[in-house]
């Protein structure tokens, strides 16, 4: 099986006649991950906002985005270390929330409430939309939503080198300008939609029997793509801020 988040991208799991996979538990290992996340998240960015330690929130931020992004990349390859490596995630995920939602908040007051709420109301609406099957991830749609993931990936990887390397940074595409904001709200959409993907894959994990052990895949794979959409939407309205 193929998971379709930009984190997971090659998963394969095998049928478990025995003890297989349930949307319900899929679902309760998710809510499970994203309220460890969450509540690490909400304590470091107090701590750091009481302290004004920006030197925590920038380190947290650098630690949870590479610690989560190599066990995201190892659950991916192998998907049978997923429950051990799921809480560890969680908490890197937390960690790069906290910051990054500290750092945005002194340069941004507000902007991180409202990619918060912006979040929660995107994810909903589009529950929603999967729920009564107005919208389905269909071959095109997973071809159109994974191709733009890896597109905006590679985006990041080379405006991460240049300012790394050279100082320097992609012209107009990371600006406050209307080239920076169409472009952030596109990668606003392209996060959102990968929640489609992480619905349907839910979905066909349990209709092929994977076993239990996939469930944790599964709540990796949909708090990446929270958090994905809720740092987006950051990016967006702070742009829309200046």
């Given at each position: ?113 409202q990619a918060l709420l912006a979040t929660f109301v995107t994810t909903l609406v589009l529950f929603a939309l999967y729920k009564f099957q107005l919208i389905r991830a269909t071959e095109k749609f997973k071809a159109v939503v994974i191709s733009a993931s890896i597109a905006i990936a590679l985006v ?87």
């Open positions: 099986m193929q998971s379709d988040n930009p984190i997971l991208t090659r998963v394969e799991t095998y049928s478990d006649l025995a003890e297989p996979m349930t949307i319900q538990g899929a679902i309760q290992k998710s809510v499970l991950l994203t309220v460890i996340a969450a509540t690490l998240g909400i304590g470091l960015f107090l701590y750091c906002a009481f302290t004004a330690n920006f030197s925590i929130a920038y380190a947290a931020t650098i630690v949870g985005i590479v610690g989560s992004l190599i066990l995201g990349l190892l659950t991916t390859f192998k998907p049978n270390t997923a429950p051990v490596l799921a809480i560890p995630f969680a908490l890197f995920e937390g960690a790069f929330l906290g910051g990054v939602s500290f750092i945005f908040q002194v340069k941004f007051p507000g902007v991180p409430l990041f990887v080379v405006q991460i080198f240049l300012s790394l390397a050279l100082g320097s940074s992609i012209p107009y595409l990371f600006e406050s300008n209307w080239l920076g904001i169409g472009f952030a709200a596109f990668v606003a959409v392209i996060a959102s939609l990968n929640l489609i993907l992480d619905f349907d894959l839910i979905e066909r994990a349990t209709a092929q029997g994977a076993p239990k052990t996939f469930e944790w895949v599964c709540g990796i794979a949909l708090l990446a793509t929270l958090v994905w959409m809720y740092y987006s939407f950051m990016r967006l309205l702070s742009l829309i801020q200046k």
